[in-house]
């Protein structure tokens, strides 16, 4: 099983976020819990089963992120982390990359690792 | 003075907070405590008057942000709310806006109000 077991620094949890997301997206199911949001292009969805179910039922098969930009925070007194990624990906044979950009809250668990309790996405486009 | 009082829908802050950059920045200082952060393109300030400097100091005089999204999720059981934000900004005589994605924590004071713990901002550039 995969889970954030001594992975506190940003960088780790976003290589490993993006890398598992591109690789096989169901084994992102560790980092989810039942209280966890993500809201994906303005559609919100709560829980570890909902978020699954959504982020599986994308509509692409192949996906490659690229991370442009990354910066972290301490949220909250707790250890919670707060993620702002900016950066690229490209969708199955699309040769043109979108922009997108993406919000963490890593949340201590209690036990010695982190998981996602807040998650938005966003793709960017360019400015007029 | 400026305050949150009452705004706590993160649309009317995301209006407030814009509006007041694009007018006069001084007058953000009320939105920042001693424990605010702010990474600015990379570079992190901490404090309300560090912020402040690094806000006031940036090199333009005209600024004019148009939002493109908003979405927020509770962040925490206090009634702390993250906001990410997309956009695009035009500084001085600029012709071509530039795109951009910030992040806000919003933290209740205990009296009634919010104010701004978390603070990230990056300019966001064309996918390749």
Do not use: C, W
């Not at 169901?26 to 959504?54: C, H, V, W």
């Amino acid at each position: 099983m995969l889970d954030l077991y001594n992975i506190i620094e940003p960088e780790q949890f976003v290589e490993f976020y993006y890398n598992t997301f591109d690789g096989n997206r169901t084994q992102l199911a560790g980092l989810y819990r039942p209280n966890s949001m993500l809201t994906f292009e303005q559609t919100p969805t709560m829980g570890a089963d909902a978020i699954m179910e959504k982020l599986t039922g994308l509509p692409f098969s192949k996906v490659k992120h690229q991370v442009a930009s990354l910066d972290a925070q301490p949220a909250a007194e707790d250890g919670s982390i707060v993620v702002m990624v900016t950066g690229a990906l490209l969708v199955d044979e699309e040769q043109r990359p979108m922009s997108y950009s993406q919000v963490f809250q890593l949340k201590p668990d209690g036990q010695g690792s982190y998981y996602v309790f807040n998650d938005i996405f966003r793709l960017v486009y360019p400015a007029a």
